[in-house]
């Protein structure tokens, strides 16, 4: 290294500079708030909001699943008013259509 | 700091008083390198905020091949290097938006009143600039920087030389201008 270079490396604007003593306390309170935020495990699937909302949702599904399954749909809605009606039974038999 | 096993072990467990002694320890040499490549107070003490709560977080997949002063080295380097990507990247969006903002900018130039060497530093090419502040400035061996920069020692070697030439010619230049 010359003398130069080893005389620009005097320069007052790299001389080392102190460390904020707040930091280390910043450190430590990110660290600890991170360890306070708690990942979500299986065993916490069985607290009773969770299970709550699963046997809501279970309930929903069943109930709609049981009002679809017992209700008319268009064409069976259209043939039951058939019979409700005077028509005679080989009037509505679709097999005389042919 | 000397590579003791068991304090590193005790790191590992993630035990608070061994971190503080690792702290206290590297953070002088850590928070001079990120100064001297952000040239930023506060950018500087939110970088050391991020790197060691990194530091922590990742202390596990930590392993004693390297010295644990290097390892944090390593991570504050690539730290500060996507911080002032992303930095540039938001300078380049705002130039973009309009000159109005150019003020603004211009603005967040840093004022040097102690020294002229550092401000030159800093508009030198970082593959050449990161060599000198590791070597000439924070005394790190080659083998240290190697590991550090993740390059070749004799790539480090190279680097250093050119940049201490750069870095003379700058200096001449601005000495020259200054009268």
Same mark, same amino acid.
């Given at each position: 290294?010359?003398?130069?270079?080893?005389?620009?490396?005097?320069?007052?604007? $790299? %001389?080392?500079?102190?460390?904020?003593?707040?930091?280390? &306390?910043?450190?430590?309170? %990110?660290? &600890?708030?991170?360890?306070?935020?708690?990942? !979500?495990?299986?065993?916490?699937?069985?607290?009773?909001?969770? $299970?709550?909302?699963?046997?809501?949702?279970?309930?929903?599904?069943?109930? @709609? &699943? $049981?009002?679809?399954? &017992?209700?008319? @749909?268009?064409?069976? !809605?259209?043939?039951?008013?058939?019979?409700? @009606?005077? %028509?005679?039974?080989?009037?509505?038999?679709?097999? @005389? $259509?042919? | 700091?000397?590579?003791?096993?068991?304090?590193?072990?005790?790191?590992?467990?993630?035990?608070?008083?061994?971190?503080?002694?690792?702290?206290?320890?590297?953070?002088?040499?850590?928070?001079?390198?990120?100064?001297?490549?952000?040239?930023?107070?506060?950018?500087?003490?939110?970088?050391?905020?991020?790197?060691?709560?990194?530091?922590?977080? #990742?202390?596990?997949?930590?392993?004693?091949?390297?010295?644990?002063?290097?390892?944090?080295?390593?991570?504050?380097? #690539?730290?500060?290097?996507?911080?002032?990507?992303?930095?540039?990247?938001?300078?380049?969006?705002?130039?973009?938006?309009?000159?109005?903002?150019?003020?603004?900018?211009?603005?967040?130039?840093?004022?040097?009143?102690?020294?002229?060497?550092?401000?030159?530093?800093?508009?030198?090419?970082?593959?050449?600039?990161?060599?000198?502040?590791?070597?000439?400035?924070?005394?790190?061996?080659?083998?240290?920087?190697?590991?550090?920069?993740?390059?070749?020692?004799?790539?480090?070697?190279?680097?250093? #030389?050119?940049?201490?030439?750069?870095?003379?010619?700058?200096?001449?230049?601005?000495?020259?201008?200054?009268?």
């Amino acid at each position: 290294m010359d003398k130069e270079y080893e005389k620009i490396l005097q320069d007052a604007s $790299l %001389t080392p500079r102190e460390v904020p003593a707040a930091i280390y &306390n910043r450190v430590v309170a %990110t660290i &600890n708030e991170r360890k306070n935020v708690r990942h !979500l495990g299986f065993k916490d699937l069985f607290q009773v909001k969770y $299970l709550a909302v699963a046997i809501v949702f279970v309930g929903v599904f069943g109930a @709609s &699943n $049981l009002y679809f399954q &017992n209700t008319l @749909s268009s064409e069976e !809605l259209y043939v039951s008013q058939l019979y409700l @009606s005077d %028509t005679s039974d080989y009037m509505i038999s679709f097999d @005389s $259509l042919y | 700091m000397e590579q003791n096993l068991e304090l590193i072990q005790l790191f590992k467990s993630g035990d608070h008083k061994t971190f503080e002694q690792i702290y206290s320890d590297t953070k002088k040499l850590v928070y001079n390198i990120v100064y001297k490549m952000t040239l930023d107070v506060e950018e500087s003490n939110d970088i050391m905020h991020d790197v060691y709560v990194k530091v922590y977080e #990742n202390r596990t997949k930590y392993k004693p091949m390297v010295a644990i002063k290097y390892w944090i080295c390593k991570i504050a380097v #690539n730290h500060t290097k996507n911080i002032l990507k992303q930095k540039s990247r938001h300078k380049k969006n705002i130039a973009a938006v309009g000159f109005f903002y150019h003020k603004q900018i211009v603005s967040e130039e840093k004022d040097f009143s102690d020294g002229i060497v550092l401000p030159i530093l800093s508009k030198m090419n970082e593959k050449y600039k990161l060599p000198i502040i590791l070597k000439d400035i924070e005394e790190l061996s080659y083998i240290e920087i190697a590991e550090v920069l993740n390059i070749k020692i004799g790539t480090v070697r190279s680097r250093l #030389n050119r940049g201490r030439k750069i870095l003379l010619e700058l200096y001449k230049k601005k000495e020259a201008s200054n009268g």
